[in-house]
């Protein structure tokens, strides 16, 4: 009994300290609770990476990669995709300065190389499309499509988050709160630049052997 | 004010993210020289582009998304390091079992 009184009298003396320490552990939990989604994340690529490896000799008679996939088309957007992960970095950094115009200026970029990218992505698709190699082709086309395509989608709501982050930022500058969300969202886009790396090389590099 | 120091956000410098952006464009680079002058063939040229994969996947983790400055204790390096083992797992136990049902047929 006595300790127990002893205990909640001391927390009656730091609670407004322990308020703005639970505030900072709630923001600290949400990244690590976003560093567990990207690990997730990390076994739905592990799955369609390992689909893609075995099945990317099942043409079925029809075109291979090495016939689809276009050198300058792919490391074009391999370099689009580094360079947009790089100015993300370059965001957070201008953020933990308290600079948001330059914050929201480094989000745009990043978010207009990322749509080049998506936009690279649709533009190689529907030619493969029109050249009958689709999903339904064959074994490694269904393998591809689904992978690359999977990739595509991240970076696609990706950009639709990263806009909304913008318009949060516009409105109510940085905050505790608005930090996470950059600091989570530029976690995010290195993510899927590191998962492109593999794409990179398991699927396009290997593909044009 | 002690609060700030100690946030997850507070941290990377130019010279960080410079660097790692620098060392990936070496590391894109060299794979995409020795895929097209075809100077290695096969399996060696297949080891050596994926270990290049890994090494920058690791700058970037270390570079770009600074694995090592997050607070004590790093539950998320203990998740990232268990996803990889099971990522592995799952990649090489594919390639492994459907290679061995090649050689059957």
């Known amino acids: ?209 | 004010m002690e609060h700030e120091t100690t946030q997850t956000h507070a941290h990377g410098s130019v010279k960080s993210y410079v660097t790692g952006f620098a060392l990936s464009i070496v590391l894109t680079i060299i794979p995409i020289v020795l895929v097209l002058s075809h100077a290695l063939a096969g399996k060696p040229l297949i080891v050596t582009i994926v270990l290049l994969a890994v090494l920058q996947f690791l700058i970037q983790l270390f570079f770009f998304m600074h694995v090592r400055e997050g607070e004590q204790p790093r539950y998320n390096v203990m998740a990232l390091i268990l996803g990889c083992v099971i990522v592995f797992t799952i990649v090489a136990g594919s390639m492994w079992i459907m290679s061995f049902n090649a050689a059957v047929q």
């Open chain 1, 1 to 209: 009994m006595a300790h127990t009184a002893v205990h909640q009298a001391s927390r009656g003396q730091t609670a407004a300290h322990a308020h703005a320490a639970e505030h900072h552990d709630q923001e600290g939990l949400k990244i690590l609770g976003f560093w567990i989604f990207l690990v997730t994340d990390c076994l739905l690529f592990g799955t369609l990476f390992a689909a893609y490896v075995v099945l990317r000799t099942h043409t079925d008679g029809g075109p291979n990669g090495k016939e689809l996939f276009e050198v300058p088309g792919f490391v074009a957007e391999t370099f689009i995709l580094l360079t947009s992960s790089f100015t993300s970095g370059l965001a957070a950094l201008a953020m933990n300065q308290g600079k948001r115009n330059q914050l929201l200026g480094w989000l745009a970029v990043t978010a207009l190389l990322g749509a080049c990218f998506v936009g690279f992505e649709v533009s190689e698709f529907a030619k493969m499309a029109g050249e009958g190699a689709t999903i339904s082709r064959s074994a490694f086309l269904s393998a591809f499509f689904t992978l690359v395509g999977t990739h595509g989608l991240h970076v696609s709501l990706g950009l639709v988050w990263m806009t909304a982050i913008m318009l949060q930022l516009r409105r109510r500058g940085i905050t505790a709160v608005t930090r996470r969300k950059v600091f989570v969202i530029s976690l995010y886009w290195h993510f899927l630049d590191a998962v492109w790396i593999f794409l990179f090389t398991v699927v396009y590099l290997m593909g044009v052997m």
